[in-house]
């Protein structure tokens, strides 16, 4: 059933006793901190859409599961975990949001923001409530002052594209279909933070919604501690409803790329060739991003025993000319094919596999992974990770699309912060890497994957067995110690807990490997 907001009035309760109903707080007590336990344990959805409706702007849309727009709001990129979804709401405007979490408050129902749905980690497994879904709220729009405001439900390739066209870029994800907001409150890596850092560094304010319904402004000099927590942990603190960031001249009109695929045989040549080639995260901030993976290639493997091959790029901001001087080393060593070719910012991720065509933006698979920040390649491992990958693959046709990912994003920018400016603790870490057990939902084959997946993570840890083990927050998995994800410094921690007690005591942000109220 389709609702607008003239029809939510006009619902009679006693048609509602045939929908589905939400699981509410059973407590009678008073409200405490802005959040209601009173018994309303089986209100039907349809009358929280007649309740909250008419509160909201004329735009805003609710609807529960048999609606037709149901999938496409709810629909994840990540199956081995589901949130349990009992309705969504849609602001219409930013103001709405507000109210929204106001109505859940006095009714007790647990809520979660979303954008593109593309997080991975499995604490988003134990939500159960209202679905604020802001995809409505999507204008980017440029200031006059070298910014641009985005809203909450901004995401990578329009704010990419509509930025280029207009002569600027930002600091934005690699995946054209990742949502700004959820890898900015992690810190976000991307191709531009070799020159102005992580895109959380580039946040000037944002506009945002507490716990206790409150909207509020935060900023280096409007609540500096809550914008000190925002870039980095910012998931445990509220629902960012618009930000504004910094916007910096486009540069060259095309990018070069540069892809070769190596067979097994090369794979120790390649990282001591890499590391050479980085000096500790040193290498020209030009060179934005030299990624890669173990992976399957049919057209090149064996079909009766699958060899992985090693895929690798390098993006260049700039000509190939200019570009080619780094390459020399990688040339030299026998590729089984390369590719190249020069296209502007906002094509690049399409030709290097993190385009909306890419794996990477393919909803509805289990992604049963694992992560690893490190500081440098260890050949040794590598194989290790590489033989163990092999194994796998050629064990259960159903792991055929797994993949190990490696990235290593240009550090300059990143190294330049001073660390103690933000919740985001590994600016000493330069290298990404995961693996990503993938294959279509299958629980038999869940525990099988996650070994596989923590034994990888376990052999690149070894292989930097002197550094803190190190977990990137929009990557984590949901298992690490909470100091591997938001640092092991004991004032981090403190000031983390701290600030959680105080602005959102009742744990209402709890579902994105949370940090846990004093």
């Not at 809520?111 to 997080?119: G, I, L, P, Q, V």
């Not at 090369?266 to 590391?275: G, P």
């Not at 690149?460 to 994800?485: C, H, K, M």
Request: hydrophobic share 40%.
């Amino acid at each position: 059933m389709l609702l607008n907001m003239d029809q939510l009035t006009m619902l009679a309760s006693c048609c509602l006793v045939f929908l589905p109903y939400l699981v509410l707080g059973t407590s009678s007590a008073a409200c405490l901190n802005g959040v209601c336990n009173i018994s309303r344990k089986d209100l039907p959805v349809e009358q929280i859409a007649s309740e909250l409706g008419p509160q909201l702007s004329s735009t805003s849309n609710i609807f529960g599961p048999d609606d037709a727009r149901w999938t496409n709001a709810t629909e994840r990129f990540q199956a081995l975990v589901r949130p349990d979804v009992q309705l969504v709401v849609q602001p219409g405007q930013e103001s709405d949001v507000p109210t929204i979490v106001q109505y859940a408050n006095d009714n007790s129902i647990a809520f979660m923001a979303t954008n593109r749905r593309h997080a991975l980690t499995l604490s988003i497994g134990t939500f159960s409530g209202i679905e604020i879904d802001l995809s409505l709220l999507r204008n980017v729009t440029l200031n006059a002052e070298s910014s641009a405001t985005l809203q909450g439900g901004a995401y990578d390739e329009a704010v990419w594209s509509t930025l280029w066209n207009e002569g600027y870029i930002t600091t934005t994800g690699s995946a054209s279909c990742v949502g700004m907001l959820g890898l900015a409150l992690g810190g976000g890596h991307g191709r531009w933070q070799g020159y102005y850092g992580l895109v959380a560094d580039n946040i000037i304010n944002l506009n945002m919604v507490l716990a206790n319904s409150t909207a509020v402004t935060v900023a280096d000099d409007t609540n500096p501690d809550l914008f000190w927590a925002m870039k980095g942990a910012g998931h445990n603190f509220g629902i960012v409803t618009s930000f504004e960031i910094k916007v910096y001249d486009r540069g060259p009109d095309t990018w070069f790329y540069k892809i070769y695929i190596w067979n097994q045989t090369k794979i120790e040549t390649v990282f001591e060739t890499l590391n050479m080639f980085r000096q500790g995260g040193t290498q020209p901030k030009e060179m934005a991003v030299n990624y890669g993976a173990y992976l399957v290639n049919t057209s090149i493997s064996n079909t009766v025993y699958l060899q992985p091959v090693l895929w690798w790029s390098f993006v260049y901001i700039g000509s190939e000319a200019d570009a080619q001087q780094y390459l020399v080393p990688f040339d030299a060593i026998e590729a089984i094919d390369v590719q190249h070719g020069s296209v502007p910012y906002p094509e690049i991720a399409e030709v290097t596999l993190t385009g909306a065509s890419s794996g990477l933006c393919t909803p509805g698979f289990v992604h049963n992974h694992a992560t690893s920040y490190l500081q440098t390649w260890n050949s040794t491992a590598q194989r290790q990770i590489y033989d163990l990958f092999s194994r796998k693959i050629n064990e259960n046709a159903q792991w055929f699309n797994s993949t190990v990912v490696m990235e290593d994003y240009a550090h300059e920018g990143v190294g330049a912060v001073d660390p103690a400016t933000s919740a985001y603790p590994w600016r000493e870490y330069s290298l990404l890497s995961y693996i990503n057990v993938a294959y279509a939902s299958n629980e038999t084959l869940d525990p099988a994957a996650r070994e596989w997946a923590l034994e990888t993570r376990d052999l690149w840890n070894a292989g930097q067995a002197d550094l803190p083990v190190a977990t990137y927050v929009n990557y984590a998995r949901g298992d690490e110690p909470l100091g591997s994800v938001y640092g092991y410094n004991a004032w981090r921690l403190e000031r983390l807990r701290g600030l959680k007690t105080e602005y959102d005591p009742n744990d209402r942000f709890s579902y994105y490997n949370p940090i846990v109220p004093l």
